[in-house]
């Protein structure tokens, strides 16, 4: 059974860093492409950040650039966000999911996702 657990969401201050991570268990790790999305109340599901089984291809929006970094450590099949110069329109739901092989950045092509974990960003 896979399992994509979720941690590291919390407060934070406008400019401020947090990291998530996504530990993942029950699939072959290497073989898939991790992503981040988020969902703020009233919104829909948006993508954040994706990286490809390799770690050679990366994906973020445009929102995020330059702010947040994925990364991933196949030692401990954990894919983590780096979030730094927080902003109030950061604060959402963040989700981690995985699909295999090649990155997307639609929602409906992930077939595994993890339960999500709250990010707030005060002004």
């Known amino acids: 059974q896979v399992q994509l657990v979720e941690s590291g969401g919390g407060f934070a201050q406008a400019g401020g860093s947090l990291r998530l991570s996504c530990a993942a268990s029950g699939l072959t790790f290497s073989n898939y492409a991790m992503g981040w999305f988020r969902q703020a109340p009233g919104k829909e599901r948006e993508f954040v950040a994706a990286?490809?089984?390799?770690?050679?291809?990366?994906e973020y929006a445009e929102s995020v650039k330059g702010r947040f970094a994925i990364s991933r450590d196949s030692a401990k099949n954990t894919v983590y966000l780096q979030m730094n110069s927080l902003k109030p329109e950061d604060t959402a739901v963040h989700y981690c999911?995985?699909?295999?092989?090649?990155?997307?950045?639609?929602?409906?092509?992930?077939?595994?996702w993890g339960q999500g974990t709250q990010v707030t960003v005060s002004s």
């Open positions: 990286l490809s089984w390799s770690g050679r291809v990366t």
């Open positions: 999911a995985a699909k295999l092989f090649t990155v997307t950045l639609l929602p409906h092509d992930y077939e595994h």
